[in-house]
C-alpha cells in the first residue's frame, strides 16, 4: 500500500522559513511525479509545486515561484518543499502526492495524482 507522510508544518513568524518533508513507503509504487499541494479554509485545494522525477524538472505556482523550492533525496525516498519569506496567505494545510503517470500540462492539477498524504499544517502569524 503506497503510504506518504508529510512532516514539518508549524507556527511560523512572517518573513520566515519552513521545510516540509513527504517520506514515501518501501512499498511505494514508481511514481512519474510528485506534488505539493496546500487548502486554505474555505478554499479549494491548489497545486503549489511539482517535481517530474523522470527528468528532474519541476513546477510552480505564480504564488510560490521564487520563495518555495522542491527538491529530492532518492536515498531516503523523500521530497522536500523549503519555503521562504513566508506570508500569511501561505496559511493551510499542505499534502503530497504522487502520480503514477505524467503529464506536464497538467502538472500542478488534482486530477493527475493518485495518492495522498494525510497533510501537515502550516501557520503563518506573528
Known amino acids: 500500500q503506497v503510504q506518504l507522510v508529510e512532516s514539518g508544518g508549524g507556527l511560523v513568524e512572517p518573513g520566515g522559513s519552513l521545510r516540509l518533508s513527504c517520506a514515501a513507503s518501501?512499498?511505494?509504487?514508481?511514481?512519474?511525479?510528485i506534488a505539493w499541494f496546500r487548502q486554505a479554509p474555505g478554499k479549494e485545494r491548489e497545486g503549489i509545486s511539482c517535481l517530474s522525477t523522470s527528468d528532474g524538472l519541476t513546477y510552480y505556482a505564480d504564488s510560490v515561484k521564487d520563495r518555495f523550492i522542491i527538491s529530492r533525496d532518492n536515498a531516503k525516498n523523500t521530497v522536500y518543499l523549503q519555503m521562504n519569506s513566508l506570508k500569511p496567505e501561505d496559511t493551510a494545510v499542505y499534502y503530497c502526492?504522487?502520480?503514477?503517470?505524467?503529464?506536464?500540462?497538467?502538472?500542478?492539477?488534482?486530477?493527475?495524482?493518485?495518492?495522498w498524504g494525510q497533510g501537515t499544517q502550516v501557520t503563518v502569524s506573528s
Open positions: 518501501e512499498f511505494t509504487l514508481p511514481y512519474y511525479a
Open positions: 502526492a504522487t502520480a503514477l503517470g505524467f503529464n506536464s500540462m497538467y502538472a500542478l492539477s488534482r486530477s493527475l495524482y493518485d495518492y
